[in-house]
């Protein structure tokens, strides 16, 4: 039984380029939380989604990050035109059901924006 | 509002000793969840414990073992007997069941064991 898996592990991208990271979660899992690391600095709660619907996204910065989460596929997260200050590692963490918080991590996708 | 407090920012201690990293929380829900997660130099997160509002009993775990005491809003945790290993940063983390189990991490404290 896979954990949840994020993609890719390590993304590079030039200032003013997209960032496009996803988020496999676990099998049977249909809620998907993101979060925020910045360097030397605990997670920050991005947004959380279940199937097709955006639930909370009171943690995302209003301008350039997007998120969805389709009936099939990944979770992704988009950060558009990125800046030095998205640099970051970005860390997915899926659960079951609202109530069952056993919120499983992924390993994290560290952006390095140049 | 719900905030997660961890005063040590770093502690340094010569392998074998027992170190306790304290945790201290604020919430106004009576139905939470409390966590700690060590992340190690690779970066991955690894999950060490959950333990729910109603149940105040401590928990061993090998030579780790966690304290929660709601009366101090604390939950510290212990590790005995470190070793080289176990450096790392260890974050505490709450959720509550009336903001949908969102997770909301302590700043951390880096743990550097020496041997």
């Known amino acids: 039984n896979a954990g949840v898996m994020q993609n890719p592990r390590h993304l590079v991208r030039r200032r003013g380029q997209e960032a496009r990271l996803r988020c496999s979660p676990m099998k049977g899992h249909s809620h998907v939380y993101w979060y925020r690391q910045l360097p030397e600095e605990g997670l920050k709660f991005m947004v959380y989604l279940q199937k097709e619907n955006i639930i909370d996204e009171s943690g995302m910065p209003k301008e350039r990050f997007s998120a969805e989460f389709p009936k099939e596929g990944p979770s992704i997260l988009r950060i558009q035109q990125v800046v030095r200050g998205d640099s970051a590692a970005y860390f997915c963490?899926?659960?079951?059901?609202?109530?069952?918080?056993?919120?499983?991590f992924g390993q994290g996708t560290r952006l390095t924006v140049v | 509002a719900q905030k997660v407090t961890q005063a040590q920012t770093e502690i340094s201690v010569v392998e074998k000793e027992d170190v306790t990293l304290d945790c201290v929380y604020e919430?106004?829900?009576?139905?939470?969840?409390l966590f700690w997660y060590k992340q190690p130099p690779s970066g991955e997160l690894v999950f060490l414990i959950r333990?729910?509002?109603?149940?105040?009993q401590n928990e061993i775990s090998g030579r780790y073992s966690w304290n929660f005491q709601k009366s101090t809003s604390s939950f510290n945790f212990t590790i005995t007997a470190s070793q080289v290993v176990d450096s790392a940063v260890y974050f505490c983390a709450l959720s509550e069941r009336a903001r949908d189990d969102k997770i909301i991490f302590g700043k951390g404290t880096r743990l550097h064991i020496l041997p």
């Open positions: 333990r729910n509002s109603f149940d105040e």
């Open positions: 963490a899926s659960s079951p059901r609202v109530g069952n918080t056993e919120a499983f």
């Open positions: 919430t106004r829900d009576t139905t939470y969840y």
